[in-house]
Each structure stands twice: as C-alpha cells, then as structure tokens.
Nanobody, 130 residues
Framework: QVQLVESGGGLVQAGGSLRLSCAAS????????MGWFRQAPGKEREFVAA????????????YYASSVKGRFTISRDNAKNTVYLQMNSLKPEDTAVYYC???????????????????WGQGTQVTVSS
C-alpha cells in the first residue's frame, strides 16, 4: 500500500516556476512508477508526466504530455520516497489541481491511463495568473 501527499502548489505569475513534491509512504516506493496528472475545472483529469523503471535500461525513464514537454521535469528521490514535478515557464492554461499517482503495473504504453495507477494523492492547487 502506498499513500501520497502532494505539496508545493500555489499562485504564480505566467512565466514563473513552481516545484511540486509528492511524499509517499510505503516500503516499496522504488518499485512503483510515479505519475502526475492535473484537472482543471470542467475538464477531465489529464496526464502530465510520469517515470517508470526500465528493466532493460536499468533507469527510470520519464514521459511527458506534449503540452508540458520542455517546460516540466519529473524526478524522484527513492531515498526520500518523494517524486517531484519542476514546472517552469508556467502558462495560465497550466492552472489546475495537480495529483500525484503511483502504479505497480505501469508500462510505457499506459503512462497516460488513469486506470493504470493504483494510488492517488489529494491534489495541490496550481494557479497561474496572466
């Protein structure tokens, strides 16, 4: 079982940066793929970024939605049981509640699928003003 708590959201002007953190409980954190999703009012929860272990590469491989590629960076620190989302060059359309998620069965083809994540945090609000 994994429990997730997001933090780091807030209000920022367009062009600014925020760093979100997701603290996880559980003793098998390193075995979980981690993802970030976001949900704006009136919209479905959408994929933002994820990383997951590649047995072939022996590395956590990052994946990004096209809307954030080049601006956002996902990273993790297994020793701290924490995954991060560094958000740069923020735009008003990035405004949403951001959710951290964990998956025990994720594969690259499914990183954007909500149903492939087992655990979710409560979310943290990110508001980008114009």
């Amino acid at each position: 079982q994994v429990q997730l708590v997001e933090s780091g959201g807030g209000l920022v002007q367009a062009g600014g940066s925020l760093r979100l953190s997701c603290a996880a409980s559980g003793r098998t954190f390193s075995s979980y793929a981690m993802g970030w999703f976001r949900q704006a009012p009136g919209k479905e929860r959408e994929f933002v970024a994820a990383n997951l272990w590649s047995a072939g590469l022996q590395y956590y491989v990052p994946y990004y939605a096209s809307s954030v590629k080049g601006r956002f960076t996902i990273s993790r620190d297994n020793a701290k049981n924490t995954v991060y989302l560094q958000m740069n060059s923020l735009k008003p359309e990035d405004t949403a509640v951001y959710y951290c998620a964990a998956s025990s069965t994720l594969a690259p083809a499914y990183v954007a699928r909500r149903d492939y994540y087992d655990f979710w945090g409560q979310g943290t609000q990110v508001t980008v003003s114009s």
